[in-house]
Nanobody, 121 residues
Framework: VQLVEYGGDLVQPGGSLRLSCAASGNTNFRKCIGWFRQAPGKEREVVAVIYTAGGSTYYDTSVKGRFTISLDRAKDILFLEMDDLKPEDTAMYYC????????????????WGQGTQVTVS
């Protein structure tokens, strides 16, 4: 599966953005597909994950209530709606697929997009 993210931008605190991740090729996401982010000097961390069986979701506590993950299975596009953005949300955002176990850990995923930059300032 190939993943391409877009939608990152510079936004003021309190603003909103919607990130998209278009999937192509063998769009078998296995157990889930998710969003991760990495700020300069920090490790890559999970933001949100959506599970393909049943559509349940997971959010990191830092974004719960502000971000919403969704998947358009007909078009194979993953979305991340981000509201009330804060400076600490500044990072490169990646979508990832291919994990079957330990789905909150980036090392469990073997398909990654190139990332899209979100800057809140």
């Amino acid at each position: 599966v190939q993943l391409v993210e877009y939608g990152g931008d510079l936004v003021q605190p309190g603003g909103s953005l919607r990130l998209s991740c278009a999937a192509s090729g063998n769009t078998n996401f296995r157990k889930c597909i998710g969003w991760f982010r990495q700020a300069p000097g920090k490790e890559r961390e999970v933001v949100a994950v959506i599970y393909t069986a049943g559509g349940s979701t997971y959010y990191d506590t830092s974004v719960k209530g502000r971000f919403t993950i969704s998947l358009d299975r007909a078009k194979d596009i993953l979305f991340l709606e981000m509201d009330d953005l804060k400076p600490e949300d500044t990072a490169m955002y990646y979508c990832a697929a291919g994990a079957t176990l330990s789905t909150l850990f980036p090392q469990s995923y073997n398909h990654w997009g190139q990332g899209t930059q979100v800057t809140v300032s």
